[in-house]
């Protein structure tokens, strides 16, 4: 059985964050971070760190969450090391200036692009993959140039804890700090004035970040969520479409920004698809899925009430057994669900999955269309069908016959659009999201033609150049 956590994290006091940012500012200002060999230093100690403190990490993420070693590696640990190292493999040529083409009309003149770093950083994260999420927005921050403030969730406290000692450890508090606490502590950092604000969480949140961003005109990156639609068409393979599914809905126990949030399913296919989602279940999680090593538990009582209140806003058709004390609610089908239930309102964030029956996709692409567009969305069917899906849809992310999986590769752009956020990352995309693109021009002085000049003498022949 797993035990509830007792530990807290307490607050980081507000006098110690305004010293720790103006030390960041300081430490900024001496351009030391600006060299290539100073940021593949500190990418290869990030590396090094994740090796370290591995077991401490996958120990803390089972006495927070109940998630077992292998899923805290594959989704988390993984993840974060795959990126380091795509940076470090990267990083001399993502630094080079790049040259652009100049037009006729300002030869002899020429053109470049440089990167520059946008400064001091601030990374705030969520609790459901506390690892993940606030390390992989600081490889970016690094590689690009930055320094960073990094605020774990309080509500993972043994890992936000073995973080800070990790980061602790491995940089110089005035190039990477953790900032602990609650929203006072969130708020009081958000008074200060960052270059960037790298945050995820719900689009609740998003919006109080963006409303203190803009007393400064502080660029943001918004990481959200949003009801992500899963459709399981006519003709889709019903056995693998139950599987990656379960799989996608189950990681994590369902509190994952991409999680399939409510099934769009054709109504011919339904009663299948629960007997091939009962017969998936039982390949990855055994005959008793509370017993399962790796079944995670909501994270809070807040979220077990919350989540298992929306039990009650459909017919339970598979699962529904919940147990408080452990915060364990079962993977479950709800069934004859109205579009203006609670569960439809806002984020699940849990393994209950409502199910929706349509008939013709145009109704699925309709009910979608007419709500907020979601971080991700998932087709079940003909590829050619789900191409159309996506071509007239709008979401962050999505996969054709699959769930979650995009978010496995870092060569793609990572992000939401609308409701589900700004902004994108993972490799390269991440170094760009700390980095400013400044472009310079170079005019020589051996040459000063006069036709920019007041009074425009030649002016009709300097019209047919621009």
């Not at 980081?12 to 060299?35: D, G, H, W």
């Not at 979601?374 to 069908?385: D, E, I, Q, R």
């Not at 071509?391 to 699959?402: E, K, L, P, Q």
Request: aromatic share 8%; charged share 25%.
């Amino acid at each position: 059985m797993h035990k509830t956590h007792t530990m807290s994290i307490a607050n980081t006091p507000i006098n110690e964050i305004k010293s720790i940012v103006a030390a960041q500012r300081e430490y900024f200002a001496t351009n030391e971070t600006l060299e290539y060999k100073f940021r593949k230093e500190q990418l290869k100690k990030l590396q090094a760190a994740l090796l370290k403190w591995e077991k401490p990490l996958c120990d803390a993420l089972w006495n927070d969450l109940h998630k077992s070693s292998q899923e805290a590696i594959l989704t988390e640990l993984s993840i974060v090391a795959g990126e380091v190292k795509n940076h470090i493999k990267h990083l001399r040529s993502w630094m080079r200036t790049r040259r652009a083409c100049t037009p006729l009309k300002m030869m002899p003149s020429r053109s470049r692009v440089v990167s520059e770093p946008l400064g001091a950083a601030l990374i705030i994260s969520p609790w459901n993959y506390p690892v993940q999420l606030l390390l992989n927005p600081l490889v970016g921050a690094i590689s690009a140039g930055c320094t960073a403030i990094l605020k774990p969730s309080p509500y993972v406290p043994n890992v936000s804890r073995i973080i800070e000692e990790m980061i602790t450890e491995t940089f110089d508090k005035r190039y990477v700090a953790v900032v602990q606490g609650n929203r006072e502590v969130n708020a009081a950092l958000l008074d200060e004035r960052f270059d960037i604000i790298f945050f995820t969480g719900s689009p609740a949140l998003g919006k109080k970040v963006m409303a203190a961003a803009a007393k400064n005109l502080t660029p943001v990156v918004l990481e959200l969520g949003g009801k992500s639609p899963c459709i399981v068409d006519a003709d889709a393979d019903i056995k693998i479409a139950a599987r990656r599914i379960a799989w996608g809905k189950t990681l994590n126990a369902g509190q994952t920004c991409i999680a399939p949030d409510y099934l769009l399913i054709h109504d011919s296919r339904r009663e299948e698809f629960i007997k091939e989602f009962d017969k998936a279940l039982k390949r990855l999680h055994g005959s008793d899925i509370r017993a399962s090593r790796h079944f995670v538990r909501l994270v809070n009582d807040n979220a077990f009430e919350r989540v298992s209140g929306y039990l009650k806003d459909g017919k339970v058709v598979y699962g529904g057994t919940t147990n408080a004390a452990e915060r364990y609610i079962e993977p479950t089908l709800l069934a004859d669900v109205k579009p203006t239930a609670p569960v439809m309102q806002e984020e699940i964030f849990g393994p209950i999955l409502p199910m929706m029956p349509f008939e013709n996709i145009d109704e699925a692409i309709e009910f979608i269309n007419e709500r907020e567009k979601p971080l991700a969305l998932y087709y079940f069917g003909n590829t050619s069908k789900g191409k159309e899906v996506i071509r007239t849809t709008s979401a962050g992310g999505s996969c054709i016959n699959d769930t979650i999986m995009h978010i496995a590769n870092e060569n793609i752009p990572f992000g939401g659009v609308g409701n589900s956020g700004m902004g994108h990352y993972h490799g390269k995309l991440s170094f760009d999201a700390f980095s400013h693109q400044r472009s310079v021009v170079t005019t020589p002085t051996w040459l000063d033609l006069p036709f920019r000049y007041m009074p425009y003498r030649m002016f009709g022949l300097v019209k047919k150049l621009l």
